[in-house]
């Protein structure tokens, strides 16, 4: 297990690769890694001859300064869970410095509006953050495949839409959402839940499980009210949204329409801790 923190030397381990012929997965993270994470990690190992993960917490994507400071680093921690998966791995942990210089600015993206949906109404810049990170990440990684886990279904379209955009030469895999046995979809930001907080959790994948059962016979605006009344009666969860949406464009559906997919969004706080989660409904 090499842990790197300079892009200069990163590049010289996959140019070695590289001349032999191996192909190089990526898994791109913000450390305090867990279970979903390392399920990212094995697919990612299985599907390619190397691999490299980043731990690296991202300022441009952080709206909320707090949080910025709060986000868990665990980078000890996060190395020994990964040689649980293997040896091999390339762990690229660089500084602020080494990946934006002088200069912490994020690019300006316009992602045919994907940006301005759910997350990006309440999280102003976020996505211009991640999309400038990852841009950065990939041109300094340079992988054949790139794994994104399907917690954040946003972030991945947006993803697959600037690799698109900029032709970067590297295939999205989406990894579906690992969770936690009582449901909670697994976050880094779990382990700050306070324990009664904690308990409460599960509620957020359990209503959307019912909302999905409701789509079946019931019209999106009533199962967006149904969801909305039931957290405003919850005595902890405070509910920011929750949307039903096309899952290529992403727009807010008002009807139904055959032949095409839909899927549900959640944003919730539990006490100070922003959960989000998503689900399939047909």
Not at 105 to 125: A, C, I, Q, T, W
Not at 255 to 277: G, M, P, Q, W
Request: hydrophobic fraction near 40%; proline fraction near 4%; charge should be negative.
């Amino acid at each position: 297990m090499k842990v790197i923190t300079e892009k200069s030397e990163l590049k010289k381990e996959i140019e070695l690769l590289k001349s032999q012929g191996k192909t190089l997965g990526f898994v791109p993270t913000m450390g305090a890694l867990h279970k979903g994470h390392l399920s990212l990690v094995q697919r990612a190992i299985e599907e390619n001859d190397a691999l490299v993960v980043s731990i690296f917490v991202n300022p441009t994507q952080f709206n909320n300064p707090d949080d910025l400071v709060t986000y868990p680093r665990t980078l000890e921690r996060d190395v020994t869970l990964l040689q649980t998966a293997s040896n091999d791995i390339l762990v690229y942990a660089p500084t602020v410095e080494d990946i934006y210089g002088e200069h912490v600015v994020s690019v300006n993206y316009d992602f045919d509006g994907l940006e301005h949906k759910m997350e990006g109404k309440f999280r102003p810049g976020h996505f211009d953050g991640v999309g400038t990170i990852v841009k950065r990440l990939f041109e300094i990684v340079t992988p054949n495949t790139a794994y994104f886990g399907e917690k954040d279904f946003q972030q991945l379209a947006i993803i697959k839409k600037m690799v698109e955009m900029y032709n970067v030469p590297v295939s999205i895999v989406p990894c579906e959402i690992l969770r936690e046995d009582s449901g909670l979809a697994m976050s880094s930001r779990n382990v700050r839940l306070k324990p009664e907080y904690l308990e409460a959790s599960p509620f957020i994948y359990e209503t959307l499980k019912t909302s999905k059962i409701k789509f079946g016979t019931e019209s999106a605006k009533d199962v967006v009210e149904w969801v909305e009344s039931e957290f405003k009666n919850h005595p902890l969860l405070e509910l920011e949204y929750f949307v039903i949406a096309d899952v290529d464009t992403l727009e807010t559906i008002e009807n139904k329409k055959e032949n095409t997919l839909y899927r549900a969004f959640v944003a919730v706080y539990a006490d100070d801790i922003r959960l989000i989660d998503n689900l399939a409904l047909n």
